[in-house]
């Protein structure tokens, strides 16, 4: 065997190589897709020792599977994490990750701009189940400091929010987490590991729906959680980890795995236990999409620039909120945590209200109107009436959301041709306005 | 002899710099490959504890295991010696479970045993541990798992979806 020179790769040749090396017995150069429920175990012992977590092994392919393997630690690695553990979706995905380290009682401070799907499991489903949780504007450094209670077991944002386009000052939220001695976890969904790792910057967490840039193509539903292996689960504030776990034979899941504790305990309780585990051939195609990430990411980002440029010219756009743009208040945010780029979601608002939102979407000919963002196709959704209307009015005022809000995820299709489309639609949205038809949020959401 | 949890130990002043010293990814292979007896200095009885994980993993990838512990009389199946002195044996590692102020005297009975390796767990610290055996012309390895760096280099690691760093496009040989 010829042993691997320990060379620091870049990231590019990571993201077409890391989590898999040619495999022993076939040398197959593409991840196999290993489309199989069940492993044969070589014998008695050995299938104990997996079981017990004594041996790495496969058993069963809702907790371990070669290709969902091959995936987890491609993402794990690109993010500079002890490794990833994959999930169904990203909202499965941030679901285990809150119950691996919380129990009723416990308190999470979350942003309020967060993911409207995010937004809905914290407050209703995370109350369900005892935790309490807390929303505060991101941008405020001391409001997350203020909301902090002797509970308080975890600081949750987004690298970049939605569809306000906040930047996480991730650093300065970090030192207020583990002032407490609490974790960070970040959803870094919209910037990728390409445009930010926030493990560089003192998160400890980072969880991703791969359903968007990571597949990249619009046809799998996945998520990820990885962990960067140095936070103190021993520090007292989590015996849920750190004590001998009774729904693990009594398995003292940080004392014996240390830097692997959070992603085992993670696997083999909450993956095995939620049930929301990746299929195969969706880790398949995720990683043919992480494959082309870097070269993707810089045309979305590239398209975006130019997209949000064309907009904030227009007479019938009120404001465009890209935090890509020379003049965005997340500018210097921007250039520490994304300097090659603010990724390619972001939100603008139409003059007119929700008469004009309606006219502009349905003038598209190539924007496609759906809830979804990350594809390499370019999408156009209107927040209101879609992804945030399970939220009510003062929330959707704290997300930032008005009637006239038009959020887009810029494709790779060829700028001139999204330019010509958007331009299409504001023209429609501006004979709207002259109807006189207006709106605002809450009538909207009623 | 109490075992030191993977995590719980006081590392000394070693600085970070000093830390990647002993952690040389040639070093470590060099050692995973041509070691055959492996002392582990604080290994336990007690199937939950850290040690034995490690014990228990090296022993089923072919590695010849021996307890060192005064508390104990067997582990993984191997009678357990009090002390390095009284191995009556080569072993070509000692792996060392214990809080770091203990280890600069088993680097000295390292030593003197004429081991070729002082390997200090995840969490065990000792620059001056170190330093000890590495001028009795001992390969020295700090804060890294055996097993893990069996599992890394040579195992199945990369099957819980964990991050090993390893990069390249060779087949890999047979496990």
Redesign the interface.
Same mark, same amino acid.
């Given at each position: 065997m010829t042993d691997l020179d320990p060379r620091a790769f870049g990231f590019d040749t990571r993201a077409v190589h890391a989590g898999q090396r040619p495999d022993p017995y076939t040398g197959a150069r593409a991840v196999p897709i290993f489309q199989t429920t069940s492993f044969v175990f070589e014998d008695a012992e050995s299938a104990a020792a997996y079981f017990n977590l004594q041996e790495y092994g496969n058993t069963y392919s809702r907790i371990m599977n070669p290709t969902v393997a091959a995936f987890e630690e491609r993402v794990g690695n690109l993010e500079g994490g002890a490794g990833g553990v994959a999930f169904a979706s990203g909202l499965a995905a941030q679901a285990a990750a809150f119950f691996t380290m919380l129990q009723p009682g416990d308190h999470i401070v979350a942003s309020s701009a967060l993911y409207g799907g995010s937004v809905t499991q914290l407050k209703h489903l995370s109350r369900k189940l005892g935790l309490e949780v807390t929303f505060v504007d991101p941008d405020r450094v001391d409001a997350w400091r203020q909301a902090l209670r002797h509970e308080t077991k975890l600081l949750y944002g987004e690298t970049i929010g939605n569809p306000g386009g906040n930047v996480l000052d991730i650093q300065a939220v970090a030192d207020v987490a583990h002032g407490i001695g609490a974790p960070l976890m970040i959803d870094n969904t919209f910037a990728t590991p390409y445009l930010c790792r926030p493990i560089e910057f003192g998160a400890d967490i980072v969880v991703h729906s791969a359903t968007k840039f990571i597949g990249g193509h619009g046809t799998s539903i996945g998520g990820v959680v990885v962990e960067n292996g140095t936070f103190d689960w021993s520090n007292g504030r989590f015996p849920i980890i750190a004590d001998p776990s009774p729904a693990y034979h009594g398995l003292a899941f940080h004392e014996t795995f240390g830097m692997y504790g959070y992603l085992m305990k993670l696997r083999a309780e909450s993956l095995r236990d939620l049930g929301g585990c990746m299929s195969p051939f969706n880790a398949f195609l995720f990683l043919q999409g992480l494959e082309t990430l870097p070269l993707r990411m810089e045309r979305h980002v590239a398209n975006a620039v130019g997209v949000a440029r064309f907009l904030q010219q227009h007479p019938a756009v009120e404001s465009v909120r890209y935090a890509g743009l020379p003049d965005s208040p997340y500018q210097p945010l921007v250039a520490k945590y994304l300097p090659r780029g603010a990724g390619a979601v972001f939100a603008f608002d139409l003059r007119g209200g929700r008469e004009a939102g309606r006219r502009f979407i349905q003038t598209l000919q190539l924007w496609s109107h759906l809830a979804n963002v990350g594809d390499a196709k370019s999408l156009v959704i209107h927040p209101a009436s879609t992804t945030h209307r399970q939220l009510s009015d003062d929330e959707l005022l704290a997300a930032g959301i008005s009637a006239g809000t038009i959020r887009l995820s810029v494709g790779l299709e060829t700028l001139d041709d999204l330019i010509w489309d958007l331009e299409r639609g504001l023209d429609a949205a501006r004979s709207a306005r002259s109807t006189g038809v207006d709106g605002v949020a809450r009538e909207v959401v009623a | 002899m109490t075992e030191t949890? *993977?995590?719980?130990a006081l590392p000394d002043r070693s600085s970070a710099a000093e830390i990647r010293k002993y952690q040389d990814?040639?070093v470590i @292979?060099k050692i995973l490959h041509t070691a055959r007896t492996i002392a582990i200095v604080g290994l336990s009885s007690n *199937? =939950?504890?850290?040690s034995n /994980?490690v014990g /228990?993993?090296l022993q @089923?990838h072919g590695y010849r295991i021996v307890p060192v512990n005064p508390r104990e009389t067997e582990a993984v199946g191997e009678k357990a010696y009090a002390s390095l002195k009284d191995v009556p044996f080569h072993v070509d590692v000692v792996d060392v479970f214990r809080a770091p102020q203990f280890v600069p005297e088993v680097a000295r009975e390292a030593v003197e045993v004429g081991a070729d390796a002082l390997w200090l767990q /995840?969490?065990v610290i000792s620059g001056e541990g170190a330093r000890i055996a590495e001028a009795g012309g001992l390969d020295v390895v700090m804060d890294r798992?055996m097993k *893990?760096e069996h &599992?890394r #280099? !040579?195992?199945? !690691?990369?099957? =819980?979806?964990? #991050? +090993? %760093? !390893? *990069? %390249? &496009? $060779?087949? $890999? &040989? +047979? =496990?």
């Open positions: - | 949890g *993977v995590v719980c990814p040639r @292979r *199937v =939950l504890r850290p /994980f /228990f993993y @089923r /995840f969490g798992c *893990v &599992a #280099n !040579m195992g199945r !690691m990369h099957w =819980l979806g964990f #991050n +090993t %760093g !390893m *990069v %390249g &496009a $060779q087949r $890999q &040989a +047979t =496990l």
